[in-house]
């Protein structure tokens, strides 16, 4: 097995393999396709035995929690765990529909506890607030005291937020966050700026949707028809598009991790691969930003 590379996630200082995964795939029907207990089972001794040390999760991910609590947490020594709160306890949505989002510190308290169970587990490394809440909403509704009483309690080592625009912004600011987690990738660069002040102020960040969803991989979607208007071909060379994506979201230089699911233990070692191939070449990377902010993936001020 070889030593993947690691960089220290902001404040934590947890040296996290700069691929983690993302367990929503193991949520199953309805929101997801049907896995079943041994394709869950085969996937989480995969991640584990391929060095990676990272695994982000939900209360709202289905069965997701349960799964992990079921086949690796006599593992628990090998790997720090993620997950969030906000989500309201056992409402599970079904497909096409959106979890709602409760930030009263009843709801946090339970929603930690009954991952702590789930995932038979003493201790999370890291809690998130799902549904990036606005400033407001966290002090009005007394959830973010509730989380970092958990943390002092010991059952929560790190606080995160699970962030987007506009409310980041604010969440950088408020100085309380270790972690953030954001999306960002090649076809999606809105939160680049906003990832290099919250680096820059110490937190650890997580990158979610670093593999563009897999569309360019798959010609379809809206990362697909962005790939196609901006030309990107011509720079792989033998890369295929999808390690393009990847090596794309490993070298950014803010980076300490990111989130990419998979059932597929192929798929797994494919995102492997790319990772131990290192980043782009600066000059490719610069080529290919420009050809991005050319076509209008830039950004945000």
């Not at 990111?258 to 798929?267: A, D, E, Q, S, Y």
């Not at 494919?270 to 191939?277: F, M, Q, Y």
Request: hydrophobic share 35%; glycine share 10%.
């Amino acid at each position: 097995m070889p030593d993947l590379p690691q960089r220290t996630l902001g404040r934590t200082g947890l040296p996290v393999t700069t691929l983690g995964y993302g367990a929503m795939e193991l949520r199953g029907a309805p929101r997801g396709r049907d896995v079943s207990e041994e394709q869950s089972e085969r996937i989480l001794h995969a991640v584990l035995n391929s060095g990676i040390n990272y695994i982000d999760t939900s209360i709202d991910y289905g069965l997701s929690e349960e799964r992990i609590g079921r086949y690796i947490s006599g593992r628990r020594s090998e790997y720090f765990l993620a997950s969030k709160c906000g989500c309201v306890v056992s409402a599970q949505a079904t497909a096409g529909e959106r979890v709602s989002h409760v930030y009263t510190p009843e709801n946090i308290v339970a929603g930690v506890e009954q991952s702590l169970s789930r995932m038979k587990t003493d201790y999370l490394d890291v809690v998130q607030f799902h549904g990036s809440p606005s400033k407001e909403q966290l002090e009005e509704h007394g959830g973010l005291d509730a989380l970092l009483d958990l943390q002092h309690q010991g059952k929560v080592r790190y606080v995160g937020m699970s962030s987007t625009l506009p409310n980041l912004k604010d969440h950088v600011e408020m100085g309380v966050f270790d972690v953030f987690q954001i999306p960002y990738s090649a076809l999606d660069r809105e939160h680049e700026n906003v990832i290099a002040a919250a680096s820059k102020a110490g937190a650890g960040i997580v990158i979610r949707g670093g593999a563009a969803k897999g569309s360019p991989g798959k010609e379809q979607g809206n990362s697909w028809e962005t790939w196609q208007k901006v030309g990107l071909d011509d720079l792989l060379a033998e890369m295929t598009r999808m390690e393009f994506i990847m090596r794309f979201t490993y070298t950014n230089p803010d980076l300490d991790t990111t989130i990419v699911g998979t059932v597929n233990p192929g798929h797994l070692q494919d995102n492997i691969n790319a990772l131990l191939k290192g980043p782009l070449p600066s000059d490719l990377y610069e080529e290919a930003k420009r050809r991005l902010a050319a076509a209008g993936s830039t950004p945000a001020e």
